[in-house]
């Protein structure tokens, strides 16, 4: 079955303690992209990539980090996370058109 | 810079009548347009897109979607509501050749029985 996959989907952590939310896609996707949500304001794009080792900032990548060093993986790491990053996370992939999402991961950050 | 606007936070429609969630865009050339629908402890869904031909492009469960090129719109559209339409529906645009979409902030459709 294509999807893309998420882990965890649910986390609380605290203040400063580095996370890694993992992604991946079975789809030989070469775009896949971070996303978070938030009430108010849709989603905001946090990170992409259009391929192996390149990875380009989003919307709102302060606090962020990721990594593309597979095909089918895209990471995103949290080295020191902060309250305002308690949020609701997607992956995504595509093609280039439209995008398959990831079922989410709910942060909290305390 | 690309944007896209959903004007309304929440539609309310009644079960079995029609229902139009708006969207309208602004981007550097050609337009590609998407819609996605998110239910809820969902991920999003895509439902349709727009990219090049006839204007009228037909989706999942039912949607069709029209694109406007002179209203810059693309209104979401189905003859005949369910309640199991009730989700959060995105409207998002992304120039030709790019691949970074914008997504507009959601709207929430309600249908009541």
């Known amino acids: 079955e294509a999807q893309v996959t998420q882990n965890p989907r649910y986390l609380i952590t605290v203040t400063g303690k580095k996370l890694t939310v993992t992604c991946s896609q079975n789809?030989?996707?070469?775009?896949m992209s971070w996303y978070r949500q938030d009430p108010g304001l849709g989603l905001r794009q946090i990170y992409y990539?259009?391929?192996?080792?390149?990875?380009d900032k989003g919307d709102v990548p302060e606090g962020y980090k990721v990594s593309r060093k597979e095909k089918r993986n895209f990471p995103l790491i949290l080295e020191s996370p902060s309250p305002n990053q308690t949020s609701l996370y997607f992956c995504?992939?595509?093609?280039?058109?439209?995008?398959?999402f990831g079922p989410g991961t709910r942060l909290t950050v305390t | 810079a690309q944007s896209v606007a959903q004007p309304e936070d929440q539609v309310n429609v009644a079960e079995g009548n029609p229902l139009t969630v708006k969207c309208t865009y602004s981007?550097?050339?050609?337009?590609?347009l998407f819609w996605y629908v998110q239910y809820p402890n969902r991920g999003l869904q895509f439902l349709l897109k727009?990219?090049?031909?006839?204007?009228l492009v037909k989706g999942s469960y039912g949607f069709e979607a029209e694109f406007n090129k002179s209203q810059t719109s693309f209104h979401l559209k189905k003859p005949s509501a369910l309640v199991s339409d009730s989700a959060l529906y995105f409207c998002?645009?992304?120039?030709?050749?790019?691949?970074?979409?914008?997504f507009g902030r959601g709207t929430s459709l309600i249908v009541h029985p």
């Open positions: 990539s259009m391929n192996v080792e390149v990875t």
């Open positions: 727009y990219i090049t031909g006839d204007n």
């Open positions: 981007v550097s050339g050609n337009p590609y």
């Open positions: 789809m030989n996707h070469e775009y």
């Open positions: 995504a992939s595509s093609l280039g058109g439209e995008q398959y």
């Open positions: 998002a645009v992304k120039p030709g050749g790019s691949y970074i979409p914008t």
